[in-house]
């Protein structure tokens, strides 16, 4: 299989300024990073604030070109500013906020707005919404007003609208940050059924650890390196590790964890409430 | 002394057709020293029901007394009372406005009529209350790190003294060891100091985790108010309403139906421990 996205030594600095616009320093946000990920992969990224999680994200979507190194996001060289158009197609974003990725004042007009932009012929914009809208079980709203969505609807629908540009790749960027349990749930199950049913390369950076258990891979940031990466039973049995990065585990891993300490004979990163209580019973 | 709705009801646009019941019929005393955590999905009208505890908004219907004086009597001076009753909005960061923090911290003990000297042991009172490092005082708030900017705006607000401190989701969009620093940072005032609190929340764990009690918001009614322990007993209830338990509630009720003889109503992972240990017979 391809690899979609190929960063080799991928380094970000940006000049601090004083208020006079003075360069007072330069501080690296990624740090030669290597990454490969192989089409069709769901992968998530953990860091701390500040870490550079988002910066690489900008990265992938060409919003920012590195410093040095050299990223290739479909096969095409981001640096090159040619490509840009095309890797922005290849690659699409949804933010953490909802409301500031909503353009238009009905939902299929704003899920059409992409492919509108690019000169998609108007009958296959339709086809391109109306298959977007259904792969994010958002179609039945196509007429209302996205205002009056909940924000986990939104959010739907702003990946509604990063489908309809029928990328191969989608970052989403902390999508749930501002969500309650249920709009959480609806944004991951969506995120996860794309990937599954369509191919589609996820990349999530979360701060919720619960959110990862299921990705192929995981990757932990800190000051502009990967610094730890595996599958997430492997970066979840290494709690005191992941507790150094300002990082956690999910609470059923912790509690496993404790457990552990206490004596009880577990395996290292139990990631679910069923292996848990399997585990469990079994020693009863 | 306390603060307590008397059938309290709003309406946005009232007697339009656009005319929305945010809430409806509440009735709620809220004790002094109490550490209560407020739940409900996006848009079942906790946010709305703050904004009348410090009389942001007015109710349509019914009254609301603050150690037993109505706050819409006429000559009821209401600025104060919202210097009595402190809220830390969502993204607190984004109000941050001051040259430096110091002066930032200041603003609001400045605003009750202290003069500066008062102010200036107010400020540093309440960062080093919230563990700002002092090196940064004369820093632009703006070119602080996530983690620090929420800290120096929940400072600003408890420069104030509010004798009720609410919070409107203070850790969204924070790495877990940021969300734990400023979550014990406000249990360790509320201790401290036996300050009411008032935590709005759309994490399951972190209520369990600090609140004594807990309310669960529904369509602008109150569906639940008492320990957090007999009210995720109904996390049935909770996620037809776009809720959830603790993940560690749903194990013990795994292990619960599966012959273990474990105690259901055990919200933490320190008390989800300890019950399985005494299951297993495993001395602490």
């Known amino acids: ?284 | 002394m306390s603060l307590i709705l008397e059938d309290v009801s709003y309406k946005y646009n009232p007697n339009t057709t656009y005319e929305v019941t945010a809430l409806d019929h509440i009735s709620l005393q809220i004790n002094d020293g109490e550490f209560i955590g407020l739940i409900g999905h996006t848009g079942s009208g906790k946010s709305t029901l703050i904004q009348h505890l410090n009389g942001l908004l007015q109710a349509t219907e019914g009254r609301i007394l603050y150690n037993g004086e109505d706050i819409y009597a006429q000559g009821y001076d209401r600025q104060s009372l919202r210097t009595q009753v402190g809220m830390v909005f969502q993204y607190p960061e984004h109000q941050l406005f001051e040259v430096n923090v110091f002066e930032d911290v200041k603003f609001g003990p400045k605003n009750q009529g202290l003069d500066d000297k008062e102010a200036t042991l107010r400020a540093y009172e309440a960062l080093r209350a919230v563990g700002f490092p002092d090196e940064f005082y004369d820093q632009s708030p703006f070119e602080l790190s996530g983690g620090q900017k929420r800290r120096a705006a929940i400072a600003g607000v408890l420069a104030m003294k509010p004798a009720v401190l609410i919070l409107d989701e203070p850790t969204a969009g924070l790495d877990p060891k940021g969300r734990d620093e400023i979550l014990d940072l406000i249990l360790a005032t509320h201790e401290r100091t036996g300050n009411t609190v008032i935590l709005v929340s759309h994490s399951m764990e972190d209520v369990a985790k600090y609140a004594s009690r807990l309310i669960v918001i529904d369509g602008g009614r109150i569906r639940f108010d008492d320990t957090p322990a007999r009210v995720f007993a109904h996390y049935r209830e909770l996620e037809e309403m776009g809720l959830s338990a603790p993940r560690v509630t749903y194990l013990l009720h795994s292990l619960s139906e599966r012959g273990m003889d474990v105690d259901v109503n055990a919200t933490t992972v320190s008390d989800a421990c300890d019950t399985i240990k005494k299951a297993l017979s495993i001395r602490s």
């Not at chain 1, 007072?24 to 604030?49: C, K, P, T, W």
């Not at chain 1, 050299?70 to 090159?80: A, Q």
């Not at chain 1, 492997?234 to 956690?248: A, G, P, W």
């Open chain 1, 1 to 284: 299989m391809n690899n979609i996205i190929e960063a080799i030594k991928l380094t970000h600095e940006y000049f601090r300024r004083d208020e006079e616009g003075n360069v007072e320093g330069i501080s690296v946000a990624l740090d030669h990073v290597d990454l490969d990920v192989r089409e069709g992969q769901f992968i998530s990224i953990l860091g701390h604030n500040g870490s550079g999680k988002s910066t690489l994200a900008k990265h992938i979507n060409a919003l920012l070109v590195p410093s040095e190194g050299t990223l290739y996001v479909d096969g095409k060289l981001t640096s090159d500013p040619a490509n840009e158009f095309n890797i922005r197609q290849s690659a699409g974003m949804v933010f953490q906020n909802p409301d500031n990725q909503i353009v238009a004042s009905v939902v299929e007009e704003d899920v059409g707005f992409g492919p509108e932009n690019i000169g998609v012929p108007t009958d296959e914009i339709w086809e391109r919404v109306e298959r977007s809208l259904k792969s994010v079980g958002m179609w039945e709203y196509r007429d209302k007003s996205p205002n009056r969505l909940s924000g986990g609807q939104k959010q739907r629908v702003a990946i509604a609208g990063v489908m309809a540009m029928e990328p191969r790749c989608i970052v989403l960027d902390e999508p749930t940050a501002m969500l309650d349990p249920q709009g959480r749930r609806e944004v991951i199950s969506v995120a996860r059924e794309l990937n599954r049913t369509k191919g589609v390369t996820v990349i999530l950076i979360t701060h919720y650890m619960e959110e990862v258990v299921d990705s192929d891979y995981v990757y932990v940031m800190d000051h502009g390196h990967i610094v730890m990466r595996g599958t997430p039973r492997q970066i979840f049995s290494e709690v005191e590790k992941l507790r150094e990065y300002r990082m956690d585990v999910p609470q059923i891993t912790e509690l496993a964890y404790e457990l552990k300490l206490a004596g009880v004979d577990i395996d290292d990163g139990i990631l679910t409430e069923d292996e848990l209580a399997d585990a469990l019973i079994g020693l009863v």
